[in-house]
């Protein structure tokens, strides 16, 4: 346990020569942000650079006051910005940075981990320490070296909570390209093999972030998850997100026939936002493995072609998605270019019909996902099908997709 805290107590000595995340892309910043207002990828705000995902990270497991209050910080400090107007662009690691706010307060609760008498009480602190490093590294752009250093921060706490909470986690080992590539394992119980869910997260979330995903919904239904970084993100920063968007999923799927744990003919795999892409072309490239695949707010043709619609994407956005292909932000006609290889149906996919069942489903109103988007999903598969959930309240719009897509999985493994 000592070396996550000795790389903490490193990393929280204020320096006020680290550079800001929104300077890391390096380009002139939009006349005008597009606004968004989404369970999935939270709302933007006219004076905040990130957009704020208070939406997901509420579900984690983030309190919601701990979150306003973290904000406040950001938002009251003095402190030089590299852009003025905007509140989280704070110079250097310092009081009111972002990134030192929010690793600020997973350190405390890293603290109280160690204090903690009780195991279980310990992993629930634990767990704490992982979703706030991960919400302090985010929107986890390449080359934010602060950011990189508390996504290992946060992969150590998750390690750590794994070892306390009532569920079994394993690490697994994988190679891709002659690299070690980091998966894990939940495990519902000690009397497997399991039915298993692989999970593809967003370009914008860690793979620390899905623990309630598995003890809510999952594990009570007796189904494993296997987690993995997506490509260029995380622990899997290594490598770029090439138009193979499934490329380190794939080596994962084939892993699992090794794994005694899991029965490896029944695996559904989970896509959110551009996660559905990879699992997606895991339902075309990989038929034979697969039950079926879920998708929510898939971003597969519309965002990546349209470019009336990748105009209502919001500045943070842009950057990620120039950061996680490794293109210049500045170049955005190059951006938009390239992406529209990324198209499942310009790859010639989508379109086709698949053997493998496929469910899409879409919160109403998604900026990234239109309700044409989720009909041709569902179109190209031979058993198809539409889920279209309410916006309204906004809160539970994620937690009842969440929901019947878990029940939809169950039907096809259990």
Known sequence: MSEPINRSQSLFKPQVNQQETSTIA?????????????????????????????????????????LEATLARIAVSDAERTQPHLLDTVIGYRSGNWIYEWANQAMQWQQKALDAGDQAQA????????????????????????????????????????????YKVRELSLRHEGHP????????????????????????SLHSDSYRLF????????????????????????????????????????????????????????????????????????PQRLR????????????????????????????????RLGIDASAEGLLRAELQSYSLKNQGLLGRRCQVPVLAAGIEGD????????????????????????????PTGFQRAMEQIADWIEQKLI
């Open 26 to 66: 390096r380009r002139q910043p939009r006349i005008a942000n597009p606004q968004i207002n989404s369970s999935l990828d939270g709302r933007t705000e006219p004076s905040w650079y990130r957009v704020l995902n208070r939406p997901q990270w509420i579900w984690r497991g983030i309190n919601p006051i701990d």
């Open 123 to 166: 992993g629930e602190h634990w767990l704490q320490a992982a979703l706030h490093y991960s919400v302090a590294s985010y929107p986890h752009l390449r080359g934010d070296h602060l950011a990189e250093q508390v996504e290992v921060l946060a992969n150590r706490a998750y390690k750590e909570a794994a070892h306390c909470l009532g």
């Open 215 to 286: 003890r809510e919904y999952l594990a009570p239904r007796g189904i494993a998850m296997v987690t993995m970084d997506m490509p260029s993100v995380g622990a899997s920063s290594r490598w770029t997100l090439t138009q193979d968007t499934s490329c380190l999923h794939q080596v994962l799927l084939h892993h699992l026939e090794q794994e005694s744990w899991v029965d490896h003919h029944k695996v559904v795999i989970l896509g959110i936002r551009f996660g559905a892409n990879a699992a997606l072309r895991l339902a075309f490239l990989e």
């Open 292 to 323: 079926g695949v879920a998708c929510l707010g898939a971003v597969v043709h519309h965002l990546l072609c349209s470019p009336r619609q990748f105009d209502q994407v919001p500045q943070m956005y842009v950057d990620m998605l120039a950061s």
């Open 367 to 394: 900026p990234f996902c239109p309700e044409e988007e989720n009909r041709f999903i569902a179109m190209s598969s031979v058993e198809g099908r539409r889920l279209k959930i309410p916006s309204s309240p906004l």
């Open 181 to 204: 590539l980091q998966a894990y394992l939940h495990l519902p119980g000690d009397e497997g093999p399991y039915p298993v869910v692989m999970l593809c997260g967003g370009l914008d």
